[in-house]
């Protein structure tokens, strides 16, 4: 079959050759492209991660929600709260059952650690 313009016939998957794209149009000119949702991981650690505004003692903080986290977590478990003890015992028993398996757990280095780090750095240093 002749592909002249004469012979040419258009339909399914042959397109009228004067609406062709030409050689080297790009598909998508208008360059939009999909948004790309965060995921789950990114969600939490954004939340985690943003500044909230505390009092402690008279004094306006800024500190992650993940630091205040910890915190209240190791005063309410330094003040005999069992279910404080009972979350901390269970991500201990998480890491222990890892390291039973020979599976190592090691925290990336990332806003995140960093985070915990620096909260319970401040927490050793204000008891």
Not at 18 to 46: A, M, T
Not at 90 to 115: P, S, W
Request: hydrophobic share 35%; charged share 35%.
């Amino acid at each position: 079959m002749s592909t002249s313009s004469k012979d040419y016939e258009v339909g399914y998957q042959r397109p009228p050759k004067h609406s062709r794209w030409k050689k080297g149009q790009c598909g998508n000119p208008d360059r939009k492209y999909p948004i790309r949702r965060p995921s789950v991981l990114e969600f939490i650690d954004k939340l985690l991660l943003r500044p909230i505004e505390v009092v402690e003692k008279g004094e306006t903080k800024r500190v992650t929600a993940l630091a205040i986290i910890v915190r209240q977590l190791w005063r309410q478990e330094c003040a005999g709260s069992r279910q404080a003890l009972a979350v901390r015992l269970k991500y201990e028993a998480i890491i222990q059952e890892a390291a039973e398996r020979g599976v190592e757990v090691e925290l990336a280095e990332n806003d995140y650690t960093r985070a915990l780090a620096a909260a319970l750095q401040e927490d050793t240093d204000h008891e």
